[in-house]
């Protein structure tokens, strides 16, 4: 029998079952009904919790700042009281330079 004797259909059919896929890859009819509305809930939750994420972050930020805040604050306190320290030296050492 030569094969171009033979309906296409049939060709097509016994060719295209050696490269088929697995039945188990291809979505079912019933789950393309309920498989947005899974992504849906999934997505929501998603935002959820990319929210709170996105609000730590920004809680993390503020302490962040906080804390270098206080760190310039400290520094600046510390860099006064050695400014008055020096002067308070120098005073005590030209008095008695002068005496």
Known sequence: MNPADLPRAATVRTTSNARQEPMSTQPAPA?????????????????????????????????????????????????RRAEVASLRARRALALAVMQ
């Open 31 to 79: 789950e393309t009904h309920s498989t947005p509305i899974l992504d849906r809930n999934r997505d929501m939750y998603l935002l959820h919790e990319a929210l709170a994420r996105a609000q730590m972050d920004e809680r993390h930020r503020e302490a962040e700042l906080h804390r270098r805040a206080v760190h310039v604050r400290a520094a600046r306190k510390m860099k």
